[in-house]
């Protein structure tokens, strides 16, 4: 590989690592708070425990999840100067609202979400959750419309041979905005549901005393994945015209991300079509009942993530060899100066963190799903606080 395939794998790849986190993020970050509200309303127990054992994967993966951007961040300034110096003022903008959202207000609400368990108002309790998934929402917003920036630079003019904003709305009318970001939002809850669904799974195969706590899950999980696959798959095709439009060549079988993106679609319609046989299961009780489709179930986990990094792979892809479409290239996005011992060195440095943090997540959500609701160590006690005691919180 030359310096320009070195730096693109090397973002490639830790782009994938860190995307594994946000699609989870974006998954479970609703469904914690659906759990929470149907407490708050009903005051079931049962639904508080729910809220606390899923609201303790979702904080998992969180917290590791912003170490891995912090990682992304920095590539920017290493390996593509380039890109910063021509679009930089366009394409910066998007990014630090993202960073404002996702570092400061979204972990300052789930820092008031964490440690407010009988502690705060139950109606203000309850909307910290919501804010938190408000936040990171937006914050996929923002990323978006700075890919899709790059994918189409819409609302900007080349002044002085650099990119400068014209049109601040087009930014989040852009044609490559539009499908985008509710096939992605989609995608986030068909993980998150699948993420519950095999691991309730787990624990009802196991034949845990908790089985009403796991059957419930499993409903909200398998009915989660269904409405997720039913939008990923809806949005997925629907961008094949707009963005069709816009990149002719993606679609049209002159790039290898073509080939790809018939698998995902075909890959896709697998996931959505066992979906279909899934629910009915459900609503009849057999998921619950039947221990041989448990395993099926929890074989069935990676699918969403594994199908979410492929169709990144594609969108990426199918721009080539255009870093912003039409205006810059990749190669002339590359950092000046760079050598090949540069570019091996960060890719082994980042690509080396990223993986261990991938499987320091995957290790710690494993052991807290094994663990079950019984061990869920997330905010106060399960005593609500009385005058005069003061409780060491924990996390």
């Not at 046989?277 to 395993?295: E, N, Q």
């Not at 080539?320 to 479409?325: A, T």
């Not at 060195?345 to 609701?373: H, K, Q, T």
């Given at each position: 590989?030359?310096?320009v395939?070195?730096a693109?794998?090397?973002?490639a790849?830790?782009g994938?690592?860190?995307?594994?986190?946000?699609?989870l993020t974006?998954?479970?970050?609703?469904?914690?708070a659906?759990?929470?509200?149907?407490y708050?309303i009903?005051?079931?127990?049962?639904?508080?425990?729910v809220?606390?054992?899923?609201?303790?994967?979702y904080?998992?993966?969180?917290?590791?999840?912003?170490?891995?951007?912090?990682?992304?961040?920095?590539?920017?300034?290493?390996?593509?100067?380039?890109l910063s110096?021509?679009?930089?003022?366009v394409?910066?903008?998007?990014?630090?609202m993202?960073?404002?959202?996702?570092?400061?207000?979204?972990?300052?609400?789930?820092?008031?979400?964490?440690?407010?368990?009988?502690?705060?108002p139950?109606?203000?309790?309850?909307?910290?959750i919501?804010?938190?998934?408000?936040t990171?929402?937006?914050?996929?917003?923002?990323?978006?419309?700075a890919?899709?920036?790059?994918?189409n630079?819409?609302?900007?003019?080349?002044?002085?041979g650099?990119?400068?904003?014209?049109?601040?709305?087009?930014l989040?009318?852009?044609?490559?905005?539009?499908?985008?970001?509710?096939?992605v939002l989609?995608?986030?809850?068909?993980?998150?549901?699948?993420?519950?669904?095999?691991?309730?799974a787990?624990?009802?195969?196991?034949?845990?005393p908790?089985?009403?706590?796991?059957?419930?899950?499993?409903?909200?999980?398998?009915?989660?994945?269904?409405?997720?696959?039913?939008?990923?798959?809806?949005?997925g095709?629907?961008?094949?015209?707009?963005?069709g439009s816009?990149?002719?060549d993606?679609?049209?079988?002159?790039?290898?991300?073509?080939?790809?993106?018939?698998?995902i679609?075909i890959?896709?319609?697998?996931?959505?079509?066992?979906?279909?046989?899934?629910?009915?299961?459900?609503?009849?009780?057999?998921?619950?009942?039947?221990?041989?489709?448990h395993?099926?179930?929890?074989?069935?986990?990676?699918l969403?993530f594994?199908?979410?990094?492929?169709?990144?792979?594609?969108r990426?892809?199918?721009?080539?060899?255009?870093?912003?479409?039409?205006?810059?290239?990749v190669?002339d996005a590359?950092?000046?100066?760079?050598?090949?011992?540069?570019?091996?060195?960060?890719?082994?440095?980042?690509?080396?963190?990223?993986?261990l943090?991938?499987?320091?997540?995957?290790?710690?959500?494993?052991r807290?799903?094994?663990?079950?609701?019984?061990?869920v160590?997330?905010g106060a006690?399960?005593?609500?606080v009385?005058?005069?005691s003061?409780?060491a919180?924990?996390?």
């Amino acid at each position: 590989m030359d310096v320009v395939d070195l730096a693109r794998a090397q973002f490639a790849v830790t782009g994938a690592l860190h995307f594994l986190f946000v699609v989870l993020t974006l998954g479970l970050a609703p469904l914690v708070a659906i759990m929470h509200t149907r407490y708050a309303i009903g005051g079931k127990p049962l639904y508080e425990r729910v809220a606390r054992f899923w609201g303790q994967i979702y904080v998992i993966n969180y917290v590791l999840g912003v170490v891995t951007g912090l990682v992304m961040e920095f590539q920017f300034g290493l390996s593509w100067s380039g890109l910063s110096h021509y679009a930089g003022d366009v394409f910066g903008a998007p990014l630090a609202m993202e960073t404002l959202l996702a570092f400061f207000l979204e972990s300052t609400f789930l820092g008031l979400w964490i440690f407010g368990w009988h502690r705060l108002p139950r109606g203000l309790h309850v909307a910290c959750i919501w804010l938190v998934t408000l936040t990171a929402y937006a914050s996929a917003l923002f990323i978006m419309v700075a890919n899709s920036f790059l994918q189409n630079p819409a609302g900007s003019q080349e002044v002085g041979g650099r990119l400068v904003l014209r049109d601040f709305g087009a930014l989040f009318t852009n044609t490559a905005l539009v499908f985008s970001l509710p096939h992605v939002l989609s995608a986030g809850l068909w993980a998150g549901g699948f993420v519950v669904m095999g691991a309730s799974a787990y624990h009802l195969f196991r034949r845990t005393p908790e089985r009403e706590f796991f059957y419930r899950s499993l409903r909200i999980g398998v009915l989660t994945a269904f409405v997720g696959s039913l939008f990923t798959v809806g949005f997925g095709y629907a961008q094949f015209g707009p963005v069709g439009s816009l990149q002719p060549d993606k679609f049209h079988g002159a790039v290898p991300g073509v080939s790809l993106e018939l698998m995902i679609m075909i890959g896709q319609l697998g996931q959505f079509g066992v979906m279909f046989v899934l629910t009915p299961l459900l609503i009849r009780d057999v998921l619950a009942r039947s221990r041989r489709l448990h395993p099926f179930l929890m074989l069935m986990t990676p699918l969403p993530f594994v199908a979410a990094i492929a169709g990144w792979l594609v969108r990426e892809v199918g721009r080539q060899p255009w870093l912003v479409y039409g205006k810059l290239s990749v190669a002339d996005a590359l950092t000046p100066g760079l050598t090949r011992a540069d570019i091996t060195a960060s890719f082994a440095g980042f690509a080396g963190v990223l993986a261990l943090l991938a499987l320091v997540d995957y290790v710690l959500i494993a052991r807290a799903v094994r663990r079950g609701p019984g061990r869920v160590m997330l905010g106060a006690a399960d005593a609500p606080v009385t005058a005069g005691s003061v409780p060491a919180p924990s996390l």
